[in-house]
């Protein structure tokens, strides 16, 4: 008896008990119409209200067992609850047995209960229903031989077959039905696995930043993940399953699709979806086949699984992979010619004291200020190793925004007054962030350094401004009215040792962003227009957004607008 047999609830158990209970209610029906068919023909011998009474009891027994019971089977071990079931067919088939005057055998009918205990119960309920049903074989061989005169011998022995065979039946009955539940675990445990493992896949997918597709030959779309619906192109009708054929800048796919299912081989290519009036999409793709017909499971159905991946994220990731290398190599060398860097300055200046010719003069300030220039070029490469050091060692810390705002902003004004002018709005008074207040400072004036070699001259030029969403994002964003960026200069900007200028050593932006990382902050660049006295101007905006855990401090005595 296996363990599975104590959760009697289960569908298929519920429909074998259906099935059983169906089957008594047809026998029922089948000994009422025989009863009845006897009376017509044959009244005087085969009539006999007891009978008749019986089969009647035994219908309605039935159909309130059909009606009541048919939601769950009886539980499998042995007990009372089996009576209304199992017990009434043995009781119901032994009076008709014993009471019916002709020579009409119901003992076949023991078959019923024999077969619903062997299927639905235990083995226990099952060998005992046996023997009960051949003990009473037996004892109706016993109550026959008295009343007649045949071989005794000759009916114990029927009885005792019949009873045998009884055994045998139950016993393989039970056996074949333990072994197809047994089966029917293994399949269930197998269904929850592999829905398991496709919620799994699922999730996976849909996750993944790589596109993919799940192409049949009928270049019909099965599935389609987010990344790879992006990478398709906006838009489009995305609504699963859809045709590749429906667009024409999908054609190098649906040839790419055509190829893999031909040759039965996977295949990788670099394709470009063109869409009108959009830019070429660069995507490099690889193909696998599920199945070939060379496969044990050639019967499947064959689909073609495609992989996506943007040549422009890919150029990127090795072109930032090229970049880190070079710059550990930078920093290696930047720190070797320190010193002797340090010693032509030295020299240049202790030649220029005794120069007095104007033009020697010249050329020995022209040495000092390109040794100046490549010694603070170095020193901005060593940099990069000092903030990534600074990022792993900063501890937590909070600050009031902008406090901290106006204080850099005092400082890095108050450098050059007549050159470094703004505005400052600072509308986050009751706000505390979590950031290094060394670290605000290096990355604001970063971005202020930044906005002064673009910026025009006039008293809005710049714009320095701390506010908070309605939705509680506190953001710093720098604004000047410098003239948009070129599309190819906007996508590398954060990127190490990239600059639109021979001067620049392109790490700036780059720390900001790492130390905005580093204190679960982002920081961005959009093109954004504002109001002021000119009217709507266009600018250049770097927004750092904070960590949503913020908490408000005490009032600050600072003015909510300062004009520098």
């Given at each position: 008896?296996?363990?599975?047999?104590?959760?009697?609830?289960?569908?298929?158990?519920?429909?074998?008990?259906?099935?059983f209970?169906?089957?008594?209610?047809?026998?029922?029906?089948?000994?009422?119409?025989l009863?009845?068919?006897?009376?017509?023909f044959?009244?005087?011998?085969?009539?006999?209200?007891?009978?008749?009474?019986?089969?009647?009891?035994?219908?309605?027994?039935?159909?309130?067992?059909?009606?009541?019971?048919?939601?769950?089977?009886?539980?499998?071990?042995?007990?009372?609850?089996?009576?209304?079931?199992?017990?009434?067919?043995?009781l119901?088939?032994?009076?008709?047995?014993?009471?019916?005057?002709?020579?009409?055998?119901?003992t076949?009918?023991?078959?019923?209960?024999?077969?619903?205990?062997a299927?639905?119960?235990?083995?226990?309920?099952?060998?005992?229903?046996t023997?009960?049903?051949t003990?009473?074989?037996?004892?109706?061989?016993w109550?026959?031989?008295?009343?007649?005169?045949?071989?005794?011998?000759?009916?114990?022995?029927?009885?005792?077959?019949?009873?045998?065979g009884?055994?045998?039946?139950?016993?393989l009955?039970?056996?074949?039905?333990?072994?197809?539940?047994?089966?029917?675990?293994?399949?269930?445990?197998?269904?929850?696995?592999?829905?398991?493992?496709?919620?799994?896949?699922?999730l996976?997918?849909?996750?993944?930043?790589?596109?993919?597709?799940?192409?049949?030959?009928?270049?019909?779309?099965?599935?389609?993940?987010?990344?790879?619906?992006?990478?398709?192109?906006?838009?489009?009708n995305?609504?699963?399953?859809?045709?590749?054929?429906?667009?024409?800048?999908?054609?190098?796919?649906v040839?790419?699709?055509?190829?893999?299912?031909?040759?039965?081989q996977?295949?990788?290519?670099?394709v470009?979806?063109?869409?009108?009036?959009?830019?070429?999409?660069?995507?490099?793709?690889?193909?696998?086949?599920?199945?070939?017909?060379?496969?044990?499971?050639?019967?499947?159905?064959?689909?073609?699984?495609?992989?996506?991946?943007?040549?422009?994220?890919?150029?990127a990731?090795?072109?930032?992979?090229?970049?880190?290398?070079?710059?550990?190599?930078?920093?290696?060398?930047?720190?070797?010619?320190?010193?002797?860097?340090?010693?032509?300055?030295?020299?240049?200046?202790?030649?220029?004291?005794?120069?007095?010719?104007?033009?020697?003069?010249?050329?020995?300030?022209?040495?000092?200020?390109?040794?100046?220039?490549?010694?603070?070029?170095?020193e901005?490469?060593?940099?990069?190793?000092?903030v990534?050091?600074?990022?792993?060692?900063?501890?937590?810390?909070?600050?009031?925004?902008?406090?901290?705002?106006?204080?850099?902003?005092?400082?890095?004004?108050?450098?050059d007054?007549?050159?470094?002018r703004?505005?400052?709005?600072?509308?986050?008074?009751?706000?505390?962030?979590?950031?290094?207040?060394?670290?605000?400072?290096?990355?604001?004036?970063?971005?202020?350094?930044?906005?002064?070699?673009?910026?025009?001259?006039?008293?809005?030029?710049?714009?320095v401004?701390?506010?908070?969403s309605?939705?509680?994002?506190?953001?710093?964003?720098?604004?000047?009215?410098?003239?948009?960026?070129?599309?190819?200069?906007?996508?590398?900007?954060?990127?190490?040792?990239?600059?639109?200028?021979?001067?620049?050593?392109?790490?700036?932006?780059?720390?900001?962003?790492?130390?905005?990382?580093?204190?679960?902050?982002?920081?961005?660049?959009?093109?954004?227009?504002?109001?002021?006295?000119?009217?709507?101007?266009?600018?250049?905006?770097?927004?750092?957004?904070?960590?949503?855990?913020?908490?408000?401090?005490?009032?600050?005595?600072?003015f909510?607008?300062?004009?520098?």
């Open positions: 008896m296996s363990d599975s047999r104590l959760f009697p609830n289960e569908a298929p158990f519920v429909r074998l008990w259906r099935g209970l169906t089957g008594r209610l047809m026998i029922a029906v089948a000994l009422l119409v009863q009845l068919l006897g009376y017509a044959n009244q005087a011998q085969a009539f006999t209200p007891v009978v008749l009474a019986v089969c009647v009891a035994y219908l309605v027994a039935t159909v309130m067992l059909r009606i009541l019971g048919r939601h769950a089977p009886p539980y499998p071990g042995t007990g009372p609850h089996w009576l209304p079931s199992i017990g009434v067919d043995i119901v088939v032994s009076a008709l047995q014993l009471l019916h005057p002709g020579t009409m055998n119901y076949p009918l023991f078959g019923l209960p024999i077969l619903m205990a299927v639905l119960g235990t083995l226990t309920l099952a060998l005992g229903t023997a009960a049903v003990l009473l074989l037996l004892l109706w061989a109550w026959t031989g008295d009343q007649s005169s045949s071989d005794d011998a000759q009916r114990y022995l029927q009885s005792a077959l019949t009873g045998t009884y055994f045998v039946v139950s016993y009955v039970h056996q074949l039905s333990a072994r197809l539940v047994g089966e029917q675990e293994v399949a269930e445990r197998s269904r929850l696995k592999a829905q398991v493992q496709t919620q799994i896949s699922t996976v997918i849909e996750h993944l930043n790589d596109g993919v597709l799940v192409v049949d030959e009928h270049d019909t779309v099965r599935m389609a993940n987010p990344a790879a619906q992006a990478l398709l192109g906006d838009g489009q995305m609504a699963l399953p859809f045709s590749l054929g429906n667009c024409v800048g999908w054609q190098p796919l040839a790419l699709a055509h190829r893999t299912f031909d040759e039965e996977p295949q990788t290519a670099d470009a979806l063109l869409h009108p009036g959009e830019s070429p999409m660069g995507l490099h793709v690889r193909t696998w086949l599920t199945s070939t017909p060379s496969d044990q499971n050639s019967r499947a159905e064959r689909v073609c699984v495609m992989f996506l991946h943007d040549l422009r994220e890919m150029e990731r090795l072109r930032t992979e090229k970049l880190a290398a070079m710059g550990r190599m930078s920093a290696a060398v930047a720190h070797e010619i320190r010193n002797p860097l340090a010693a032509i300055v030295q020299a240049n200046a202790l030649l220029e004291e005794d120069l007095q010719d104007p033009g020697q003069k010249r050329l020995a300030h022209m040495v000092q200020q390109n040794a100046d220039r490549l010694a603070r070029i170095a901005e490469v060593l940099d990069i190793a000092r990534q050091h600074q990022i792993s060692h900063a501890p937590g810390a909070t600050l009031a925004l902008d406090a901290s705002v106006a204080q850099v902003w005092s400082d890095w004004s108050s450098q007054p007549a050159r470094r703004g505005q400052v709005s600072l509308e986050t008074s009751m706000v505390q962030v979590e950031f290094d207040p060394e670290h605000l400072r290096r990355v604001l004036v970063n971005l202020l350094d930044n906005a002064l070699r673009y910026m025009g001259p006039e008293e809005d030029s710049l714009v401004q701390t506010r908070t309605p939705a509680g994002q506190t953001t710093l964003q720098v604004w000047s009215d410098g003239a948009s960026m070129d599309k190819s200069v906007e996508r590398h900007l954060f990127e190490p040792f990239f600059s639109s200028e021979s001067r620049s050593s392109g790490l700036g932006l780059y720390i900001c962003r790492e130390l905005c990382q580093r204190h679960g902050a982002s920081i961005s660049y959009q093109r954004t227009t504002r109001d002021t006295a000119r009217g709507k101007v266009g600018g250049n905006a770097f927004t750092v957004a904070f960590r949503r855990t913020t908490r408000p401090v005490e009032p600050a005595t600072l909510d607008s300062i004009m520098i």
